[in-house]
């Protein structure tokens, strides 16, 4: 039996992306997001500049993450100077490649209860697949994905946009939070850019996002989203090496198979009643 050979971006030529996106030039993640992201540059208005900003907050706050992989602040020109990727991410637009792993420990409420640990409670979960394949994607400029599992998690946990204090955001390029705070309704279309440029997901700013340095500073071993649970439970703990002030609820947004793929989670350190 012959073995189906590897096409663009390590896809076997006989796979769903092998046979219908490879073959016509894309070089896995970094040339399958640019081609969405530069139609959403186009449409919304978002810059480069704007690209960059979020590069430059996450760093603000791996910046005291002792055991992020980058921790030293860096400015825009410092984003633009780094190593050109794929048009347009350079390198600090893309997220690290790292070994790493995580665990967490789920129980019931009572159970919890318990452990020498504060107990976190998950308040609502929401799920979305939108396509297999990036090329098969109604609109590459937003993610439904994005949308229907956020709607999910926001409608089972029954608080609003209002009520979250922090926010965690897979962010395997630099274009992902600004997707994720426009598709989750914190912020509205072509305004996500701005409102990160504007320092407001940065310490101090009015809906902290990525306190860790995400998978852009932090770490990034390929299933990242993790590590954005694993956050989001020590803010609302109140023991995160980046500590936000007064964290009682934060909102975790997965994203898989590029971005067709999504899961959304509302954690509380608040006991939920019946």
Known sequence: MG??????????????????????????????????????????????????????????????????????????????????????FNLFMCCLVTDGGGSLIITSADRAKDFPTTPVYIMGTGESVETPIVSQM??????AAFQTSSKKAFEESGVSHDDIDHLMVYDAFAHL????LEDLGFVG????????????????????????????????????????IQEAVRQVRGEAAHQVEGVKTSFVQGVGGMFMAAGSLVLTNEEPHD
């Open 3 to 88: 073995v189906a050979r590897r096409g663009g971006g390590g896809q076997r030529d006989n796979s769903y992306p092998g046979q219908f996106e490879s073959i016509y030039g894309p070089l896995g993640p970094p040339t399958l997001f640019g081609m969405g992201v530069l139609r959403f540059m186009k449409e919304t208005g978002t810059t480069l500049e704007q690209l960059a900003s979020v590069a430059v907050a996450q760093r603000k706050w791996s910046n005291k993450v002792p055991r992020a992989m980058f921790g030293d602040l860096i400015t825009v020109d410092d984003v633009f100077n780094s190593r050109m990727i794929s048009y347009p």
């Open 138 to 143: 109604y609109d590459m400029t937003h993610s």
């Open 177 to 180: 939070p600004i997707y994720g």
């Open 189 to 228: 279309r072509g305004e996500g850019g701005a409102f990160i440029e504007e320092g407001n997901t940065s310490p101090g700013g009015k809906l902290p996002m990525n306190t860790n340095g995400g998978g852009l500073s932090y770490t990034h071993s390929g299933m990242y989203g993790m590590y954005a």
